[in-house]
């Protein structure tokens, strides 16, 4: 890790100065600015933490000409470039393309019309490596009226941790450790959550590698990602959270017991069921880079326990399209009463390709788990749906393997997911209840027939059925913030579709309409009133206070207007987001 050069500062200031320009004041300043900080001011700032201070440059610059190009470097560039962990150690850094990106790693030489620059990547980072940076930058960014984004390993699909001139506050060497207690211990003192088992604290920029790494070697269980590479307290939980083990514990934000926050003046407070219980809802599903940075989350943990997993395979085939649908909608029918035996299910289809992370055979695939129980009485459970599934017509197989423990089976599961999750491309997602998923044959297999489209098309679509069980349990907890629609669904369907680099404005207006005016809104007429995962859900969801907050949207606005006036936190489809607009030069004005 390189840190901020004084010249670099310097001459990057002056760069700025030398085109300035004035700017309104209801608009968060940017580099070309009179008002931008001056060199001093910078300097100052990168003083205050112990020269943390890092002056961006896009990740693949070493690939283009100029004064950075490096071969050697160029060429680890394009060789990592899609591993979510490399990614993480970059300032600008992102696991997933979010459509944005304006350096991308290219074959030296560049190519007429091959450019590089920074496009929505900050301008500066704050390394934060202790409580002080983070509120000396947030702190710098309100003094200066400057647009503040907060990334710990950039696994986000929602432009929320990017910002055209802005400061990022990086999460990811803030690592305080990975304390695990036999019995949790409020460092307040607080009695409320009623919590008597195991915990674990994690401070700082952790992913869940490290933290999965505590846990295993403790004997224990914690509800984390799906991917090893996402951040342990950042976006994933501060959304609501969501992965292999939810359906028998809980969704990732209702483990939180405490957590320790910096706000928008920079005062660093504790937040539990005691004291700041606001922002404790906040934090808890109420959305990321909003309320404050969370510095510390102390999470519940479990006991070891043995799984079960069974594979299922249904094939298909242009010839066989109607009544592969048909079984799909079979299947999807049973989800809630597999849900009720303890299933958890994640699965992928496709008519072209079932997978978005190279290639599959075209058919539905899903992996289920089940917690503390033998393949015999997984069996007993799934039989009754096999008898359904199979008088459709289809053939289909399916394998059985247990586990000794939770992290034998998570090993295998994970041992593909530290790729980028989405390339370039444009999804929709909704949760779906029982009501729908069981109240209407006819209207589910309508439903399924518009999200499936075309085999041309390529539309990929997974099924994450990890909701139900003690997700549906923890609703009466009344500081959860997480989406009513975690509580009440259990399946949670995506719908993506991709498209190329040289994708002509025309191709890419027309699948984002495919997608969410049409796919999506097939999906939310389906299932009314249920919302969707914010985490994985699509940036272009017109709907999206209502589908990523539901009636607790509200609530959340209040918060945020006591807690943070001044809109110092700020990210696209965060609470409050809708007072704020980019212009056409990227600067992030009033509305």
Same mark, same amino acid.
């Given at each position: 890790m390189v840190c901020v050069n004084h010249l670099l500062i310097l001459a990057a200031v002056f760069s700025a100065s030398a085109h300035a320009q004035n700017a309104s004041k209801d608009c968060k300043y940017v %580099?070309?600015?009179?008002?931008?900080?001056?060199? &001093?001011?910078?300097?100052?700032?990168?003083?205050?933490?112990? *020269?943390?201070?890092?002056?961006?440059?896009?990740?693949?610059?070493?690939?283009? %000409? $100029?004064?950075?190009?490096?071969?050697?470097?160029?060429?680890? #560039?394009?060789?990592?470039?899609?591993?979510?962990?490399?990614?993480?150690?970059?300032?600008?850094?992102?696991?997933m393309d979010t459509g944005t990106l304006t350096c991308p790693p290219i074959v030296p030489p560049a190519l007429t019309g091959q450019n590089c620059t920074l496009g929505n990547n900050p301008k500066y980072v704050v390394n934060a490596t202790s409580p002080a940076h983070v509120a000396a930058g947030i702190k710098f960014a309100q003094k200066n009226n400057i647009r503040l984004v907060v990334k710990t390993t950039g696994h986000d699909f929602l432009?929320? &941790?990017?910002?055209?001139?802005?400061?990022?506050?990086?999460?990811?060497?803030?690592?305080? *450790?990975?304390?695990? !207690? @036999?019995?949790?211990?409020?460092?307040?003192?607080?009695?409320?959550?009623?919590?008597?088992?195991?915990?674990? @604290?994690?401070? $700082?920029?952790?992913?869940?590698?490290?933290?999965?790494?505590?846990? @295993?070697?403790?004997?224990?269980?914690?509800? *984390? /990602? $799906?991917? #090893?590479?996402?951040?342990?307290?950042?976006?994933?939980?501060?959304?609501? $959270?969501? /992965? %292999?083990a939810a359906h028998e514990y809980g969704a990732g934000a209702d483990q939180v017991l405490e957590a320790q926050v910096a706000l928008a003046d920079g005062t660093i407070i504790t937040a539990n069921a005691c004291q700041n219980t606001d922002i404790y809802t906040g934090i808890r599903g109420g959305g990321p880079s909003t309320y404050g940075v969370v510095l510390s989350a102390t999470y519940k943990t479990y006991p070891m326990v043995s799984t079960v997993t069974q594979s299922l395979f249904i094939p298909f085939t242009p010839a066989t399209r109607s009544t592969y649908l048909d079984t799909l909608a079979v299947l999807y029918s049973s989800f809630p009463d597999l849900s009720d035996a303890g299933y958890a299910i994640f699965g992928f289809w496709g008519q072209s390709n079932a997978s978005l992370n190279g290639a599959s055979p075209p058919g539905y695939f899903h992996t289920a788990v089940l917690f503390n129980t033998t393949v015999a009485e997984a069996q007993v459970a799934f039989d009754p749906v096999a008898k359904r599934v199979a008088a459709?017509?289809?053939?289909?197989?399916?394998?059985?393997?247990?586990?000794?423990?939770?992290?034998?089976?998570?090993?295998?599961?994970?041992?593909?997911?530290?790729? %980028?999750?989405?390339?370039?491309?444009?999804?929709?997602?909704?949760?779906?209840? @029982?009501?729908?998923? !069981? *109240?209407?044959?006819?209207?589910?297999?309508?439903m399924l027939e518009v999200v499936a489209g075309a085999p041309e098309d390529g539309a990929i679509q997974s099924n994450a059925c990890m909701a139900g069980g003690k997700v549906y349990k923890n609703f009466n907890d009344p500081y959860s913030g997480a989406n009513p629609g975690w509580h009440l669904a259990n399946c949670l369907q995506i719908t993506q579709r991709v498209w190329p680099n040289d994708a002509s404005a025309a191709l890419i207006a027309s699948i984002k309409n495919d997608v969410t005016n049409v796919k999506g809104e097939a999906m939310m007429a389906f299932s009314p009133g249920t919302g969707t995962y914010m985490n994985e859900a699509g940036r272009e969801d017109p709907h999206w206070k209502e589908n990523f907050y539901g009636i607790n949207y509200d609530r959340f606005l209040k918060i945020k207007k006591n807690r943070d006036p001044k809109s110092v936190f700020y990210c696209p489809t965060c609470v409050g987001s809708d007072e704020w607009a980019e212009d056409t030069t990227g600067r992030l004005c009033r509305v």
């Open positions: %580099p070309t600015d009179q008002e931008w900080p001056s060199s &001093s001011e910078w300097d100052n700032l990168n003083q205050t933490i112990s *020269g943390q201070l890092i002056a961006v440059q896009p990740v693949a610059i070493s690939c283009y %000409p $100029g004064p950075l190009f490096n071969n050697d470097t160029c060429t680890e #560039v394009n060789s990592k470039w899609t591993k979510c962990a490399w990614q993480a150690d970059q300032p600008a850094g992102f696991c432009h929320r &941790s990017e910002g055209f001139g802005s400061l990022e506050i990086w999460m990811r060497y803030h690592r305080t *450790g990975i304390d695990f !207690q @036999k019995t949790f211990q409020s460092t307040s003192g607080c009695q409320k959550s009623n919590w008597t088992g195991s915990a674990l @604290k994690v401070g $700082g920029g952790y992913q869940w590698s490290d933290v999965y790494a505590v846990a @295993k070697a403790n004997n224990i269980i914690v509800v *984390g /990602g $799906g991917a #090893v590479s996402i951040g342990a307290i950042g976006g994933w939980m501060q959304g609501g $959270g969501y /992965g %292999p459709v017509g289809l053939n289909f197989t399916q394998t059985w393997t247990t586990y000794p423990d939770y992290w034998s089976l998570f090993s295998v599961m994970s041992a593909t997911a530290d790729d %980028p999750g989405f390339p370039l491309g444009v999804e929709y997602s909704r949760f779906f209840d @029982k009501k729908a998923l !069981q *109240g209407n044959a006819t209207s589910l297999r309508d």
